[in-house]
């Protein structure tokens, strides 16, 4: 580097140096206070429970919750790897607000004979061989997930059977 550079680099440098005195630019930590929050404000999942609406549409097409912002689509019932039946639903989060992981908690209902509709005891992911029952994250806005949930109950026992989530109840032969 020439002579003539370092000094012009040297000019430039020493006045901006001089410029801060010490200790004049400390901020002391209890000065600054936030006034408002950036964004806007987090929007909170509207539950609401209803008397459930029975939808015997089981082949594909997408069902509206009538209280909550959601759509649900069958999907079907398969034997779960560790035993029972692990049903599958489509659901679509049809809000402006993430659907909280525990905010749907579905229950499989079916004919144990005579007419008797018997309560299928839900299982856990570990009970029923699956990586994931439900939800494990919240649902964001305009997505769907095809969630699982497993019954202690065989598949051949869902030939009349009603599987309630949300405000919806499918029903009919669930064995598909």
């Known amino acids: ?8 680099v040297l000019s430039l440098l020493l006045p901006v140096t001089a410029c801060a005195a010490p200790g004049e630019n400390d901020i002391d930590p209890e000065a600054v206070t936030p006034t ?15 008397e459930p609406v029975p939808s015997t549409e089981i082949n594909g097409e997408r069902v509206k919750d009538p209280a909550m912002d959601l ?13 029972g039946t692990v ?3 489509a659901v679509t989060n049809e809000s402006d607000a993430p659907l909280p992981v525990d905010a749907l908690k579905p229950t499989l209902k079916y004919n144990a004979g005579g007419g008797e509709m018997r309560t299928a005891e839900a299982l856990t992911a570990d ?17 769907t ?4 949930y497993a019954f202690n109950v065989s598949t051949g026992n869902l030939w009349d ?16």
Do not use: C
């Not at 806007?40 to 999942?45: D, G, I, K, S």
């Not at 759509?71 to 035993?83: E, F, L, M, T």
């Not at 059977?161 to 598909?176: K, M, S």
């Open 145 to 148: 997930v095809n969630a699982k």
């Open 71 to 83: 759509s649900y689509k069958w999907q079907g019932s398969s034997y779960a790897p560790g035993g």
């Open 1 to 8: 580097m020439s002579h003539r550079l370092k000094l012009a």
């Open 161 to 176: 059977a009603q599987f309630t989530i949300g405000n919806i109840t499918f029903q009919g032969n669930l064995n598909n």
């Open 127 to 143: 009970a029923a061989g699956v990586d994931i029952i439900g939800l494990d994250l919240p649902l964001g806005p305009g997505a």
């Open 36 to 50: 408002s929050t950036i964004g806007r404000p987090a929007e909170t999942f509207a539950t609401s429970e209803v």
């Open 87 to 89: 049903v599958v639903v």
